[in-house]
Nanobody, 116 residues
Framework: QVHVVESGGGLVQPGGSLRLSCTVS????????MRWYRQAPGNERELVAA????????NYADSVKGRFTISRDNAKNTMYLQMDSLKPEDTAVYYC?????????WGQGTQVAVSS
């Protein structure tokens, strides 16, 4: 059975940092491209960052470039999102997404709130 579990969300002040983790079990993690999405109330879910299964190439939404860093540790079956210089508009539920060929899995999400 596949499990995709996010952690690390919380409440942080503007300008602060958080590190999200996504731990995956039940699948060959290193074969899966991984992404972080987020969804704010009233908005559609949007892609935040992506990291390839091989080579580790990354992509970011323009809104987070230079502030967020995506990474993965295949030995730990875990993906990370380091979020720095957080802004109130980063407030959302952040979701982990794993994809390989025609198979994809979502996590349940972790809430990030940026507020003073």
């Amino acid at each position: 059975q596949v499990h995709v579990v996010e952690s690390g969300g919380g409440l942080v002040q503007p300008g602060g940092s958080l590190r999200l983790s996504c731990t995956v079990s039940g699948l060959p993690f290193s074969n899966y491209a991984m992404r972080w999405y987020r969804q704010a109330p009233g908005n559609e879910r949007e892609l935040v960052a992506a990291i390839a299964s091989v080579g580790g190439s990354t992509n970011y939404a323009d809104s987070v470039k230079g502030r967020f860093t995506i990474s993965r540790d295949n030995a730990k079956n875990t993906m990370y999102l380091q979020m720095d210089s957080l802004k109130p508009e980063d407030t959302a539920v952040y979701y982990c997404y794993a994809k390989s060929n025609n198979v994809a899995y979502w996590g349940q999400g972790t809430q990030v709130a940026v507020s003073s």
